[in-house]
T-cell receptor, first 115, second 112 residues
């Protein structure tokens, strides 16, 4: 069955520190997508990235970067020089098997960035 | 601007009452979803609909009902059969061309 594990429940860092959020997944599919979402205190989930399993190149977007390692089934997310506005809950997600469009979410990691 | 609108933002329900949460999208997405989020937990799928007039149960459908009479609308009814309805409810939509889901801002339901 599809499964996403975010082992870090809560992380607290001081502003300007780098922080990595871990995501490990299980899937029977040979091709698949992986997602990261951010949930700020307002509650709405904000899409951050979609990665195709064919593409194992690291992706960088500003202070955000993603490290996809198919060999270890991991899709880790790093924030460089963290800011207070990065404080949120971050979710990693994987589509369910079949063509339902359902996403399987990890438990989420709460990131607190202190000034 | 296109997006998903959930209303109300906060909802209080007395025990034994049914309540309906609204979800409207103007993104022309075929698929819509309802998730429930409890404190410190991930998102659990309640119901989803891939096309108008059709919907399927998710992982925790008991005590909930939905309808999909229009493409833009996917209301969720929390019935009195739902034993622990206090939670944050998120609606989402997607299309095959979409980069993942688009989420609404959520409805926080509290039973008083």
């Amino acid at each position: 069955a599809q499964k996403v594990t975010q082992a870090q429940t809560e992380i607290s860092v001081v502003e300007k520190e780098d922080v990595t959020l871990d995501c490990v997944y299980e899937t029977r599919d040979t091709t698949y997508y992986l997602f990261w979402y951010k949930q700020p205190p307002s509650g709405e989930l904000v899409f951050l990235i979609r990665r195709n399993s064919f593409d194992e190149q690291n992706e960088i977007s500003g202070r955000y970067s993603w490290n996809f390692q198919k060999s270890t089934s991991s899709f880790n997310f790093t924030i460089t020089a963290s800011q207070v506005v990065d404080s949120a809950v971050y979710f990693c997600a994987l589509p369910d098997t079949g063509n339902t469009g359902k996403l399987i979410f990890g438990q989420g990691t709460t990131l607190q960035v202190k000034p | 601007d296109g997006g998903i609108t959930q209303s109300p933002k906060y909802l209080f329900r007395k025990e034994g009452q049914n309540v309906t949460l609204s979800c409207e999208q103007n993104l022309n997405h075929d698929a819509m979803y309802w998730y429930r989020q409890d404190p410190g937990q991930g998102l659990r799928l309640i119901y989803y609909s891939q096309i108008v007039n059709d919907f399927q149960k998710g992982d925790i459908a008991e005590g909930y009902s939905v309808s999909r009479e229009k493409k833009e609308s996917f209301p969720l009814t929390v019935t009195s059969a739902q034993k622990n309805p206090t939670a944050f409810y998120l609606c989402a939509s997607s299309s095959p061309e979409n980069d993942g889901y688009t989420f609404g801002s959520g409805t926080r339901l509290t039973v008083v």
